[in-house]
């Protein structure tokens, strides 16, 4: 294996400390087949049988492993040194994600245990570390054929099928430890108010009373300074900024922020994040962005990877899709069926790329309460995690959701969504089957232009096509957008039977773009229609409807493509 630490950059540019040390790289390995690993001892002081490549999961190529079967258990194992110039502070043990339930030792001191597998989690482990060299000892149990734990689009058989591609077990985010004083901040939230030019930061704070300084930035500029008594969870800094730049696609511009502990002049512990002034409203059937009308012209994203499966090899790789689907004319993402990771959110606040916050709730029995309790849980901390990113224009927690859902379930969804977050729309589920929404949606794959074009019209007369129409909440007039339709199957060359796209596969490029065309102009000439989001950005394993191929190559022009997708919308004149 290289020696070179994978994923070098901090995982957490919008909650950044400097002091802090990548666990990235090589950690001990170890299948569990019969998840008896805890009563023979794996748990501490014991070599595992072989090696994997940190943050890359085992059923990937990079991770040096590649074992594709299904794994309910996994361990890991490593031994790391802790700065000296951490001593007599706490110190933050950090997974950016681990599938699906995982527990932590620190030399053989159980320091917790944390269940969903697409979010961060954290531990205070200073008091189970000791001088010298520690044993950090992490055990994932992934059972997602038992359909009560969200998996996304992680075939639930031994091969990946249809729309579903290979799995993702154990640790596939950054693993890393952070020093921090004995007052530190937990989390962040971050409301800037465009209109007014303030805002309003609460922070969670842990260990006893001090202060909180806040600076923003523009720039190398100081725009704003305030200070307030740092307190547990009470603690909220206002501050004024002058002449407000907002945050658009076009003029993506952020904010830079710190925020400071200390206590009596001495500081405890720093953090570095940012922010942008941008305001999302809904009014009548039109969705706004800053006071002007939006139209959406979004790109179906499912975040997979040829070599990485769930994670991208580098940095470089996450920025570079937000820039392919930039080129192809695509204002934004559905980042669909998966949680991404913070640095991908990062690139689209920096590149001025619109995104829908989404969670992977396939895999789950949704008239289950145990499944739905599990996609609640979990989808309140990507929420907690993901506020403050100004990409993020609203919120789907679920997608094509069956007619035996619990309703109430999805209901308890939207209402929890909009108590953590009231100042951006939700749709509760996409396509098939609403209950309570802000915004409305349909998928239509229909590939002929004028049948595509005769099922769509209608929602100028306020009847919009329904993908389940006795089983769908009735339209209300809210915003409406055709969040999935394309999916041209397009693989000239390719001789894979597994293969497919939706409908017949063009003769032709030339034919291929005409029936692009037809299908988008019946969107973007439809007066009531806020936005679509074609399928998709990339190939991914046999589903071959990509603008791109699974390695990221054009199969067209990009500007041929965009001129088609930038095209004017009606909602917009």
């Given at each position: 294996m290289a020696n070179t630490v994978p994923r070098p950059e901090h995982p957490r540019p919008d909650f950044e400390r400097t002091e802090w040390l990548s666990l990235n790289g090589e950690w001990e390995f170890e299948i569990d087949a019969g998840d008896s690993g805890e009563s023979?001892?794996?748990?501490?002081?014991?070599r595992l049988a072989g090696v994997i490549r940190v943050p890359f999961c085992p059923e990937s190529p990079l991770s040096g492993v590649g074992h594709l079967d299904f794994m309910e258990a996994v361990w890991y194992r490593r031994r790391v040194r802790v700065p000296k110039a951490w001593n007599g502070r706490r110190v933050l043990l950090h997974f950016g994600a681990v599938d699906y339930e995982a527990t932590v030792w620190v030399n053989g001191t159980r320091v917790g245990v944390h269940r969903g597998g697409y979010v961060q989690f954290s531990f205070d482990v200073t008091h189970a570390l000791r001088p010298g060299a520690n044993e950090i000892v992490v055990r994932a149990v992934d059972r997602i054929r038992t359909r009560l734990q969200p998996s996304g689009k992680q075939s639930h058989r031994h091969?990946?099928?249809?729309?579903?591609?290979?799995?993702?077990?154990?640790?596939?985010?950054?693993?890393?430890?952070?020093?921090?004083?004995?007052?530190?901040?937990?989390?962040?939230?971050?409301?800037?108010?465009?209109?007014?030019?303030?805002?309003?930061?609460?922070?969670d704070v842990q260990g006893p009373p001090a202060a909180v300084r806040a600076v923003v930035r523009s720039g190398r500029t100081v725009v704003a300074q305030a200070e307030a008594p740092a307190t547990w969870r009470s603690?909220?800094?206002?501050?004024?900024?002058?002449?407000?730049?907002?945050?658009?696609?076009?003029?993506?511009?952020?904010?830079?922020?710190?925020?400071?502990?200390?206590?009596?002049?001495?500081?405890?512990?720093?953090?570095?994040?940012?922010?942008?002034?941008?305001?999302?409203?809904?009014?009548?059937?039109r969705f706004y962005l800053n006071g002007e009308v939006?139209?959406?012209?979004?790109?179906?994203?499912?975040?997979?990877?040829?070599?990485?499966?769930?994670?991208?090899?580098?940095?470089?790789?996450?920025?570079?899709?937000?820039?392919?689907?930039?080129?192809?004319?695509?204002?934004?993402?559905?980042?669909?069926?998966?949680?991404?990771?913070?640095?991908?959110?990062?690139?689209?606040?920096?590149?001025?790329?619109?995104?829908?916050?989404?969670?992977?709730?396939?895999?789950?029995?949704?008239?289950?309460?145990?499944?739905?309790?599990?996609?609640?849980?979990?989808?309140?901390?990507?929420?907690?995690?993901?506020?403050?990113?100004?990409?993020?224009i609203g919120w789907c927690p679920t997608n094509e959701t069956a007619v035996n859902q619990r309703r109430e379930s999805i209901e308890h969804l939207y209402r929890v969504t909009r108590a953590l977050d009231p100042a951006r729309p939700i749709i509760d589920t996409s396509g098939y089957t609403h209950v309570l929404t802000d915004v409305d949606d349909n998928h239509d794959y229909a590939q002929n232009p004028r049948e595509f074009k005769k099922r769509e019209d209608p929602l100028m007369q306020g009847k919009p096509f329904r993908n389940r129409p006795e089983h769908d909440a009735p339209y209300c007039g809210q915003p409406f957008i055709c969040s999935e339709f394309g999916g041209i199957w397009w693989n000239p060359g390719q001789k894979d039977r597994e293969a497919w796209g939706y409908g017949e596969r063009p003769r032709s490029a030339?034919?291929?773009?005409?029936?692009?065309?037809?299908?988008?102009?019946?969107?973007?000439?439809?007066?009531?229609?806020?936005?679509?989001?074609?399928?998709?950005?990339?190939?991914?394993?046999?589903?071959?409807?990509?603008?791109?191929?699974?390695d990221r190559k054009p199969k067209f022009p990009a500007d041929t493509i965009a001129k088609i997708f930038r095209a004017k919308a009606a909602i917009e004149c």
């Open positions: 023979r001892g794996l748990s501490a002081g014991r091969e990946s099928y249809g729309c579903m591609y290979r799995r993702t077990t154990g640790i596939w985010q950054s693993v890393w430890m952070e020093a921090v004083g004995e007052t530190y901040l937990e989390r962040i939230t971050v409301t800037p108010d465009l209109d007014s030019g303030r805002v309003l930061i609460q922070a603690t909220f800094v206002a501050l004024d900024v002058p002449e407000v730049c907002p945050w658009s696609p076009q003029t993506p511009h952020l904010y830079e922020l710190e925020l400071t502990i200390a206590r009596r002049g001495k500081p405890l512990d720093r953090v570095s994040s940012y922010f942008g002034f941008r305001k999302v409203h809904l009014d009548g059937s939006l139209f959406q012209r979004l790109v179906l994203d499912q975040g997979f990877y040829p070599k990485g499966i769930y994670t991208a090899r580098s940095d470089r790789a996450l920025k570079q899709d937000i820039e392919l689907g930039q080129a192809m004319g695509f204002n934004g993402a559905r980042l669909h069926q998966k949680v991404f990771e913070p640095r991908f959110l990062y690139w689209a606040d920096r590149l001025g790329y619109l995104v829908w916050g989404e969670f992977p709730d396939w895999g789950l029995d949704m008239s289950d309460a145990a499944a739905m309790e599990n996609l609640a849980a979990e989808w309140i901390e990507v929420v907690q995690r993901d506020r403050n990113h100004p990409a993020i030339a034919e291929f773009l005409t029936r692009l065309r037809g299908l988008t102009n019946a969107l973007v000439k439809n007066p009531s229609m806020s936005g679509f989001c074609y399928t998709q950005l990339t190939d991914v394993e046999q589903e071959v409807n990509g603008l791109y191929t699974f």
